[in-house]
């Protein structure tokens, strides 16, 4: 029987789990403080832990694990993420978000009353070729996830360039219309609302 020890620290780990959000496909350069300025709209960010991925090159999205003071906050942050589109920090697409689950976490206590073995197989056993065959699986499904997270990435770069430019282009077009408007007092704007009996005030 587990003992109340145990049961104690894995009943705080839930409530811990319940308040704690999934980010994902933050731009390799968000950081700590940047996710917390973020969030902190929708209540008190306690924590923030970037999962580490050991596999895929360094410039690929991150994730990263966002504790809030309380669960209604939590809730508040998917809530807005899932209606709404939210960017940090510059990354074309949205962040997405989903509810943070027990796998997540490297720092989970183990549940209580369970227990793991772990074991070396040996080849004679019928158990070896299939542990064989997941292990193959395993690296087939790395190689297709690497090569279309660079597809991802290819796409990403596009469309951040698309938007680079969208954005500079409707830059110009506003100080088109701030010069027409605000410093020539004898220009197009003023000819047009005399006409129309119209006001502007010239700041």
Known sequence: MASLSAQADYAAFEERRK???????????????????????????????????????????????????????AEAVLSEIFQFPFMISGMPRPVRARPAEVGMFGDKPNMPGRTIRCRWLDKNNPN?????????????????????????????????????????ANYKKFELIDSITLNDKTGPADKLAKHYNLKIAHD
């Open 19 to 73: 308040r704690t959000v999934y980010l994902d496909n933050l731009s390799p350069q968000v950081t700590e403080p940047v996710v917390k300025t973020a969030l902190n709209q929708f209540g008190n960010v306690k924590s923030v832990q970037f999962i580490p991925n050991y596999i895929e090159p360094r410039n690929i999205p991150q994730c990263a694990l966002v504790e809030m003071e309380n669960t209604r906050q």
């Open 128 to 168: 070896f070729k299939i542990a064989q065959k997941t292990k193959a699986l395993i690296w087939k499904n790395a190689a297709e996830s690497a090569f279309l997270q660079k597809q991802v990435l290819q796409e990403e770069e596009k469309l951040a360039r698309q938007q680079d430019e969208t954005l500079k």
